[in-house]
């Protein structure tokens, strides 16, 4: 089965422009994440998604960053403008999960393979 | 502040030696999770734990969960080349039924 597919790989921008990524879950699963991981803070959750629904986006950190999920195979993540320090690798992942209701369902988020983005 | 705090940062070892990993923090989880990632890919998840005192082995690793439920740690025995990769324990507070937290790892490398 095909895993989470996440492009560019690797993006490389000068400060100002417009960047975003893109990300297709795993089929049936209902549940998608949006990471970024740098060597100074980790990995970071910026926003989750339950069946195509932003549920938590309070880890966005300002208003330059925007998500959308318009279907279940489909999510982006939006930097306008972008700065040198949104420079860090952002990871997409998804799961079968409960939702922002309900028990945890422990079902394991399955990563895609990162884009590297460099803001110049 | 880190909420989960994961020592040592470094370790590099030689093939065959034994190795501790620990995944420390002042809350409660409800699970906490440890992933392997690997330069350029993702996280991949090798166990989720969820009761305290819990212990998990998967071939030469072994994960226990804290009593406490606070804590968690990772031995690997007679280390391999490939287990090199950074090591990340992440956990879903009390209250949060998806939002995992994740320490910053630790990146092992193993030396022929």
């Known amino acids: 089965d095909a895993g989470v597919i996440q492009s560019p790989r690797h993006e490389v921008t000068e400060m100002g422009q417009e960047v975003t990524l893109r990300c297709k879950p795993i089929s049936g699963h209902n549940s998608l994440f949006w990471y970024r991981q740098t060597m100074m803070r980790g990995l970071e959750l910026l926003i989750y998604f339950n069946n195509n629904v932003p549920i938590d986006d309070s880890g966005m950190p300002e208003d330059r960053f925007s998500a959308k999920m318009p279907n279940a195979s489909f999510s982006t993540l939006k930097i306008q403008p972008s700065e040198p320090r949104d420079s860090a690798v952002y990871f997409c992942?998804?799961?079968f999960g409960t939702g922002g209701q309900g028990p945890y369902s422990n079902q394991p988020q399955h990563f895609g393979d990162g884009t590297r983005l460099s803001i110049l | 502040t880190q909420l989960l705090e994961q020592s040592p940062q470094f370790l590099s070892i030689q093939e065959g030696e034994n190795l501790t990993v620990y995944c420390n923090s002042s809350?409660?989880?409800?699970?906490l999770q440890w992933y392997r990632q690997e330069p350029g890919e993702g996280p991949v998840l090798l166990v989720t734990v969820v009761t305290g005192g819990e212990v998990k082995k998967l071939k030469r690793l072994t994960f226990q969960f804290g009593d406490a439920r606070k804590d968690s740690s990772l031995h690997i025995t007679a280390a391999q080349p490939g287990d090199t990769g950074l090591y990340l324990c992440a956990g879903v507070k009390r209250g949060s039924n998806y939002k995992l937290t994740f320490g910053k790892g630790t990146l092992l490398t193993v030396n022929p």
């Open positions: 809350s409660v989880f409800s699970s």
């Open positions: 992942a998804s799961s």
